[in-house]
């Protein structure tokens, strides 16, 4: 991923089970927060994209466990669009254990291209600059 962040984050022990184990509820705020990462890193934060009047909600999420993430751990999150098309796409995520190649987990989440009437709208006719921007991050991720 030429040029994109991967977003890295210590583990909290409030985010843990009794074991030390990141409790499964968290793994969907990683991922938020990985993604809130790539989008900032483009100039398209949410904030931004809500004041234009572009909602961006979660439509689909599949996490797979691969090995435990546990209290104090430090974690590195690789985002990566798979798909892209005028009204959605979808994100890949990996994350590793930092400094390492050992993952941990993977998951993947689908969005749709909402307006503030949480109305479907096509980006690429509605905010081509906004669609132009999308298009950038998938190129950057491939090179």
Do not use: C
Not at 10 to 28: K, L
Not at 92 to 106: M, P, V
Request: charged share 25%.
């Amino acid at each position: 991923m030429s040029n994109i962040e991967s977003y890295v984050r210590v583990i909290n022990y409030y985010e843990t089970d009794q074991m030390h184990v990141v409790h499964h509820s968290n793994y969907a705020r990683y991922l938020e927060e990985a993604r809130l990462h790539l989008m900032d890193q483009i100039g398209l934060s949410y904030d931004n994209l809500e004041k234009m009047g572009i909602i961006i909600p979660v439509l689909e999420l599949h996490d797979y466990y691969i090995k435990s993430i546990t209290y104090g751990d430090i974690i590195e999150i690789r985002p990566t669009i798979t798909k892209l098309s005028s009204v959605r796409f979808v994100l890949k995520y990996e994350i590793y254990k930092s400094g390492t190649d050992e993952l941990l987990h993977r998951a993947e989440t689908a969005h749709a291209f909402l307006d503030s009437e949480f109305k479907p709208i096509n980006l690429k006719k509605k905010f081509p600059e906004v669609y132009k921007r999308f298009e950038n991050m998938v190129k950057k991720m491939v090179a």
